[in-house]
C-alpha cells in the first residue's frame, strides 16, 4: 500500500518561500508522475504541478512564475517550493500519486495534507 | 470561478439516488479529455471514486458510478447512506489554460 506524508513549516512570512517534501512509502517513486494540489480554507481544489520521476515538469500557468517541483529518488521524495507568497497562498497542500496519461489522469494515492498559514 | 462548474449542494435521502453534474466546455470534457471524481469527507484529503469517466476503483462500491456525453459528466450515487454526506469533485484537463482543472465542489448532504 502505498503512502504519502507531507512535511514542512505550519507558517510561512509573506514573501517568503514556501517549502514542503512528500515522502513516499510502501513503493517506489520510479515510473510515476507526482503531483501538488492545494485546498485553501472551505474552498476548493487546485492543481499546483507535477513531476516524473525523471525530473520533467509540468506547472499550472497561473503559479508557474513562483512554482519549482524537484524529486530525490535516493530518498524516495520529491518537494514543492512556492516564491513570493501572499496569504493567498494559506492553504492545505496535499501531494499525491498523479497516474498521467493523455495531458490528464487521476490522483489515486493521496497524502494527509499539511495546512501551510502565510501570516506575519 | 470554476472551468468545470458543479452544483453547489444536492441531497436527498437514505436509500435514494442521487446525481451530481460537471459541465465543461469545448476546451475540456468536450475535446474528449476524461473526467475523474472524489469525495471529500469532512477532514480528510480527497479520496478517488470514478476514473477515465466510468471506471471504479478497487474498493469503491458499485452503487457509484460515472457517465460522461458531450460538454458535461455526472457521478450518480444509489443506495443513498449517511457516509456518503460529503463534498465530490471533478476533474479534468482544459487545452485553453493548458493545466488540470477541477470542479468547485459539490457538498451532498443525507436528508
Known amino acids: 500500500q502505498v503512502q504519502l506524508q507531507e512535511s514542512g513549516p505550519g507558517l510561512v512570512q509573506p514573501s517568503e518561500t514556501l517549502s514542503l517534501t512528500c515522502s513516499v512509502s510502501g513503493g517506489s517513486i520510479t515510473s510515476y508522475f507526482w503531483s501538488w494540489i492545494r485546498q485553501p480554507p472551505g474552498k476548493g481544489l487546485e492543481w499546483i504541478g507535477f513531476?516524473?520521476?525523471?525530473?520533467?515538469?509540468n506547472y499550472n500557468p497561473s503559479l508557474k512564475r513562483r512554482v519549482s517541483i524537484s524529486v530525490d529518488t535516493s530518498k524516495n521524495q520529491f518537494s514543492l517550493k512556492l516564491s513570493s507568497v501572499t496569504p493567498a497562498d494559506t492553504a492545505v497542500y496535499y501531494c499525491?500519486?498523479?497516474?498521467?496519461?493523455?495531458?490528464?489522469?487521476?490522483?489515486?494515492?493521496w497524502g494527509q495534507g499539511t495546512l501551510v498559514t502565510v501570516s506575519s | 470561478q470554476s472551468v468545470l462548474t458543479q452544483p453547489p449542494s444536492v441531497s436527498g435521502a437514505p436509500g435514494q439516488r442521487v446525481t451530481i453534474s460537471c459541465t465543461g466546455s469545448s476546451s475540456n470534457i468536450g475535446a474528449g479529455y476524461d473526467v475523474h471524481w472524489y469525495q471529500q469527507l469532512p477532514g480528510t484529503a480527497p479520496r478517488l471514486v470514478i476514473y477515465g469517466n466510468t471506471n471504479r476503483p478497487s474498493g469503491v462500491p458499485d452503487r457509484f458510478s460515472g457517465s460522461k456525453s458531450g460538454t458535461s459528466a455526472s457521478l450518480a450515487i444509489t443506495g443513498l447512506q449517511a457516509e456518503n454526506e460529503a463534498d465530490y469533485y471533478c476533474?479534468?484537463?482544459?487545452?485553453?489554460?493548458?493545466?488540470?482543472?477541477f470542479g468547485g465542489g459539490t457538498k451532498l448532504t443525507v436528508l
Open positions: 513531476i516524473y520521476y525523471s525530473g520533467s515538469t
Open positions: 499525491a500519486r498523479d497516474k498521467y496519461y493523455d495531458s490528464t489522469g487521476y490522483y489515486d494515492y
Open positions: 476533474q479534468s484537463y482544459d487545452s485553453a489554460l493548458s493545466g488540470k482543472v
